[in-house]
């Protein structure tokens, strides 16, 4: 089986000079849990957004499905954002709106710019992200504005429109480091559920190492932009953790 994503020789340096990935590769295969960890200013951030082409890698490939998408052209870009759902630290979500439109705003990779800008959603999308967001325990939210929910709630709402995408791949970008324990635990137990019974590949960016341990299949350690470390969280030892985290 043909890994789902793969990264070859990725190196980004930004215009001011900045180099943040030094030549970075791995594979992903269909139903991993990836958990990337490392210091702050590791490099972690930039290499979510070269996958999904957020962020120009300087050198080097991201194979996403076969396809490069360095090369890609705009409309395989425009596939590629489809089939990557996004969930950020802060949210991302639209704040005066309602938490519905939220989430059905993940269905607009897939409609026209004209019927999407004028928010013609089609019942079964509406349906589709009513149920997701049942699903997700949002059922009394749906009609609230976003910027009425908790930290928890519209986070929820984050995964909630990640998943409205149908997506193959969820990138999340330390989607707990702005929420307390609880909630934390809360969020990384939906989204780890909700990816291993949809069988959506998935890989986060999180600061908390015993997070990490709980829920990857797979850690991937980042130090001053390259692989420190890439194994099972058994493997994880104090040393590597001190390596991967050495300044
Ligand atoms: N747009 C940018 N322009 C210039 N330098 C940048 C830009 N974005 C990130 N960097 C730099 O690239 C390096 C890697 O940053 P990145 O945000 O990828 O790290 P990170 O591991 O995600 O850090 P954190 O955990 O703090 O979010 C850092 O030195 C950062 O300052």
Known sequence: MSALLE????????TDGTTALQGVDFKVNRGEFVVIIGSSGAGKSTLL???NQLVQPSEGAVLFNNVDTTKASSSQVRKLRREVGMIFQSFNLIERVSVLRNVLNGRLGYMNPITGTLGLFSKRDVAEAKKILLRL???????KRADELSGGQQQRVGIARALSQ?????LADEPIA???????????????????EDGITCIVNLHQVDVAK???????????????????PDELSEEIIQH????
């Open 49 to 51: 957004r070269c996958i």
């Open 166 to 170: 149908q997506p193959m791949l969820i």
């Open 7 to 14: 990264i070859r020789n990725l190196k980004k340096t930004y």
């Open 178 to 196: 702005s929420l307390d324990p609880l909630t934390s635990e809360s969020i990384m137990n939906h989204l780890h559920s909700i990816c291993r």
């Open 244 to 247: 991967i985290y050495q300044k």
């Open 214 to 232: 709980k829920y990857a299949t797979r850690i991937i350690g980042i130090h001053k932009g390259t692989v420190a470390f890439d194994g099972r």
């Open 137 to 143: 325990g949002l059922n009394q939210q749906i009609y």
